[in-house]
């Protein structure tokens, strides 16, 4: 079974421009989700997405962030225009189901991509 | 607020025993995962508490104190290889993924 593969591993782009991260979940995972981590600090969560469907996007910092996951597969993150503190390495994480108590199964539950680093200068 | 506290950094050697600790505060729980992460690779799944308790999985094992807000990661018999991050994260009451910083972890021979 493939894994959650994110596109592209590193990117480095000028303060202003555009870059677009691209997710991969496993197939016939409903849930993705997209964190960050900041270099030094830890993973903070930036949205979930339900099949298609924004979830819950209560951790985007602000509008210059839009993800998309047209059809329920992969899912694409842009952030435009970029600014030197949007810096840091993007993961991507995908589940089959959305965790309730009694159906948790931690041994299949996130799997998450290698990431994008994402170097803004 | 929620937060997670965990040691910035550890040193073990090859052959040892280390207990990574980890402290939380976040509104509502629902289990407590920890991950391992080497240096440009994804998280890997390492074990899930929800009940009190030690979990034990082969050389990891993870133990749970929900009254005291309260998890540890036990390493025991190291090896060069498991130098890594190591994680904790907490699902809070809308299970979302609330992260530590991560601890680094130093394997020396």
């Known amino acids: 079974e493939a894994g959650v593969t994110q596109f592209p591993s590193h990117s480095v782009i000028e303060k202003g421009q555009t870059v677009t991260l691209r997710c991969d979940p496993i197939?016939?995972?409903?849930?993705l989700y997209w964190y960050r981590r900041v270099m030094g600090k830890e993973i903070k969560f930036l949205l979930h997405?339900?099949?298609?469907?924004?979830?819950?996007e209560s951790g985007m910092p602000n509008n210059r962030f839009l993800a998309e996951r047209t059809g329920g597969t992969y899912s694409t993150l842009k952030v435009q225009p970029a600014e030197l503190e949007d810096s840091g390495v993007y993961f991507c994480?995908?589940?089959?189901?959305?965790?309730?108590?009694?159906?948790?199964?931690?041994?299949?539950?996130?799997?998450f991509g290698s990431g994008t680093r994402l170097t803004v200068v | 607020g929620q937060n997670i506290d965990q040691p910035t950094e550890m040193t073990a050697t090859e052959g040892a025993i280390v207990q990574i600790n980890c402290t939380y505060q976040?509104?509502?729980?629902?289990?407590l995962f920890w991950y391992q992460q080497h240096a440009g690779e994804a998280p890997t799944f390492l074990s899930y508490n929800v009940l009190d308790g030690l979990e034990e999985k082969g050389r990891f094992s993870s133990f749970l104190s929900r009254s005291k807000g309260y998890s540890y990661l036990l390493l025991k018999e190291l090896q060069m290889k498991d130098s890594a991050s190591y994680l904790c994260?907490?699902?809070?009451?809308?299970?979302?993924?609330?992260w530590g910083a991560g601890t680094k972890l130093i394997i020396k021979p």
């Open positions: 994480a995908s589940s089959p189901y959305l965790y309730r108590r009694d159906r948790i199964n931690p041994n299949y539950g996130y799997t």
């Open positions: 976040t509104s509502g729980f629902n289990g």
């Open positions: 997405f339900v099949k298609e469907s924004k979830q819950d």
């Open positions: 197939s016939g995972h409903d849930n």
């Open positions: 994260a907490v699902t809070d009451s809308n299970y979302q993924l609330i």
